[in-house]
């Protein structure tokens, strides 16, 4: 496992409790186009920050019970078929057209991110890993630019503790993940660094409970729960990648998006509508399904709960942890001398509070007290992964 480390680092590094580095109490941080206002954030205490986020839409309508039911459906898995939305407004007695509307302006109003394939990085040839760095709060501006230009990396997060940045990185087939991590944390200071790639998979999938009491059941999954690994091989023939290329795209909101997508292909809807299924069924994809907007759909508060458990109870504790909703991804991941945590379980919830509290009984439900929950205090990336980049 390569780690960076820097003599004299820790003379560097400005602490607060327990060693977390703190930012400053006015700043704000302009990285990859986007305005980051982290004023007044220390990262050692974020409840009134995150606690006050509150639930806001882009323009004055709000969601009812009808919007609900259409995004607990397009979330767990879109159907692949000629006629989507006719489809989801079958199971929910509406007509295509006003599902189609109200696709539209849920994504008007910033609750879906966007409607795609989710592939299975692992299964097209990509090596990817969870990175932390210890970063210097003089130095966060630099290095996290210098993370954040390269396309590999989707997440990028400010969290409390010693090692304070943390980003997801996937590299392609020709590329060492061990060398691009060295290269971006020599070019951004020479930081001590973890790579921490996932070991097993417990659970990937990100099911938000957008649904208020009374409304019904959760719309079972058609397609079954997201798969853990591949079990067909990827062949990178140029029509595959192209296909890939175009559905990681947002779905077009038409009557009939598979039809449009197959035409900009060159080829015929059932053809690419066969291949999508194909690659589900093989875990090459992992699902096709809308990406809710955590914050606009109510859930402000998200947190990283990081375990050390004894290694003959990991396969365990992470089955009894993904069996639980309210966790969205659960990994096995290296213990390291300086890191010692190998469960890792991504909880979200409306305050950081729930967060907590979900922890706690998580904790209790694997029988393993010794936790941190690490709060996410900034986020300086997060987009949808493109795979095949230029």
Same mark, same amino acid.
């Given at each position: 496992?390569? &780690?960076?480390?820097?003599?004299?680092?820790?003379?560097?590094?400005?602490?607060?409790?327990?060693?977390?580095?703190?930012?400053?109490?006015?700043?704000?941080?302009?990285?990859?186009?986007?305005?980051?206002?982290?004023?007044?954030?220390?990262?050692?205490?974020?409840?009134?920050?995150?606690?006050?986020?509150?639930?806001?839409?882009?323009?004055?309508?709000?969601?009812?019970?009808?919007?609900?039911?259409?995004?607990?459906?397009?979330?767990?898995?879109?159907?692949?078929?000629?006629?989507?939305?006719?489809?989801?407004?079958?199971?929910?007695?509406?007509?295509?057209?006003?599902?189609?509307? &109200?696709?539209?302006?849920?994504?008007?109003?910033?609750?879906?991110?966007?409607?795609?394939?989710?592939?299975?990085?692992?299964?097209?040839?990509?090596?990817?890993?969870?990175?932390?760095?210890?970063?210097?709060?003089?130095?966060?501006?630099?290095?996290?630019?210098?993370?954040?230009?390269?396309?590999?990396?989707?997440?990028?997060?400010?969290?409390?503790?010693?090692?304070?940045?943390?980003?997801?990185?996937?590299?392609?087939?020709?590329?060492?993940?061990?060398?691009?991590?060295?290269?971006?944390?020599?070019?951004?200071?020479?930081?001590?660094?973890?790579?921490?790639?996932?070991?097993?998979?417990?659970?990937?999938?990100?099911?938000?409970?957008?649904?208020?009491?009374?409304?019904?059941?959760?719309?079972?999954?058609?397609?079954?729960?997201?798969?853990?690994?591949?079990?067909?091989?990827?062949?990178?023939?140029?029509?595959?990648?192209?296909?890939?290329?175009?559905?990681?795209?947002?779905?077009?909101?038409?009557?009939?998006?598979?039809?449009?997508?197959?035409?900009?292909?060159?080829?015929?809807?059932?053809?690419?509508?066969?291949?999508?299924?194909?690659?589900?069924?093989?875990?090459?994809?992992?699902?096709?399904?809308?990406?809710?907007?955590?914050?606009?759909?109510?859930?402000?508060?998200?947190?990283?709960?990081?375990?050390?458990?004894?290694?003959?109870?990991?396969?365990?504790?992470?089955?009894?942890?993904?069996?639980?909703?309210?966790?969205?991804?659960?990994?096995? &991941?290296?213990?390291?001398?300086?890191?010692?945590?190998?469960?890792?379980?991504?909880?979200?919830?409306?305050?950081?509070?729930?967060?907590?509290?979900?922890?706690?009984?998580?904790?209790?439900?694997?029988?393993?007290?010794?936790?941190?929950?690490?709060?996410?205090?900034?986020?300086?990336?997060?987009?949808?992964?493109?795979?095949?980049?230029?």
């Amino acid at each position: 496992m390569w &780690r960076a480390d820097k003599p004299g680092f820790a003379d560097d590094l400005s602490s607060g409790p327990s060693g977390a580095a703190l930012l400053p109490r006015r700043a704000e941080y302009i990285v990859a186009d986007h305005r980051i206002d982290i004023t007044g954030l220390p990262t050692h205490d974020t409840d009134e920050a995150v606690d006050n986020v509150a639930l806001t839409f882009r323009g004055d309508r709000k969601l009812d019970a009808k919007d609900r039911l259409i995004l607990d459906r397009i979330q767990r898995a879109f159907p692949l078929v000629s006629d989507p939305f006719g489809v989801i407004g079958g199971a929910l007695k509406l007509d295509a057209g006003e599902v189609m509307e &109200r696709v539209k302006g849920l994504k008007e109003q910033g609750l879906v991110r966007q409607i795609s394939a989710i592939f299975n990085t692992g299964a097209l040839g990509y090596r990817s890993s969870l990175v932390a760095m210890a970063v210097p709060e003089k130095r966060l501006r630099e290095t996290v630019e210098v993370i954040n230009r390269y396309p590999g990396v989707s997440h990028n997060y400010l969290r409390p503790c010693p090692y304070n940045v943390w980003y997801t990185i996937a590299v392609p087939p020709e590329e060492s993940l061990e060398s691009k991590v060295a290269g971006l944390s020599r070019d951004a200071g020479g930081w001590p660094t973890l790579v921490l790639p996932a070991i097993k998979k417990y659970k990937l999938a990100v099911v938000l409970d957008v649904l208020d009491e009374g409304e019904g059941e959760p719309l079972q999954e058609t397609t079954g729960p997201a798969s853990l690994e591949a079990s067909g091989a990827f062949h990178a023939t140029g029509e595959n990648v192209s296909i890939v290329k175009c559905v990681q795209e947002d779905l077009p909101v038409v009557p009939s998006p598979f039809a449009e997508w197959a035409g900009q292909l060159g080829m015929f809807e059932e053809a690419l509508l066969g291949c999508l299924s194909k690659w589900l069924q093989q875990g090459i994809m992992r699902r096709f399904a809308a990406i809710l907007n955590h914050r606009q759909a109510g859930f402000g508060a998200n947190g990283m709960v990081v375990w050390r458990c004894l290694q003959e109870r990991l396969d365990e504790a992470g089955r009894i942890l993904a069996g639980c909703h309210e966790v969205s991804h659960c990994y096995h &991941r290296p213990s390291l001398p300086e890191w010692p945590y190998n469960l890792y379980a991504m909880v979200h919830g409306r305050t950081m509070d729930e967060c907590r509290n979900i922890a706690q009984r998580l904790a209790s439900a694997i029988r393993n007290q010794d936790f941190q929950v690490l709060v996410s205090t900034a986020e300086f990336k997060k987009i949808r992964l493109k795979l095949f980049w230029d």
